[in-house]
């Protein structure tokens, strides 16, 4: 029996290099601007791709996210709002 909350679970079925970090925010975010610099430095370093989404031009994510930006995703899944841990982001990359 897997006694391990699902929120605590990380897929390890990829290696952080076919992993993507997407991060949702707007321009002038400074919780954005900061997780984007934690997110650049864990992707480069783990070779993982990094995308941005801007909720001002995507009236979807805006609805969806925009109380919690600057919002993490990995493969499509949310990982972390307002701000980035970089140990938490690492792990669930599988580093």
Avoid: N
């Avoid at 601007?33 to 979807?60: H, K, M, W, Y």
Wanted: aromatic fraction near 6%; proline fraction near 4%; charge should be negative.
């Amino acid at each position: 029996m897997d006694r391990v909350s699902p929120l605590l679970r990380r897929d390890t079925s990829k290696a952080p290099a076919e992993r993507t970090v997407t991060l949702v925010g707007k321009p002038g975010c400074h919780l954005c601007d900061e997780a984007r610099a934690v997110i650049l430095r864990v992707t480069g370093e783990l070779g993982s791709a990094f995308e941005e989404r801007d909720i001002t031009q995507d009236e979807e994510l805006y609805r969806k996210y925009w109380e919690q930006i600057p919002v993490t995703l990995i493969d499509g899944k949310q990982h972390d709002f307002w701000r980035v841990d970089e140990r938490r982001l690492r792990a669930a990359l599988g580093a």
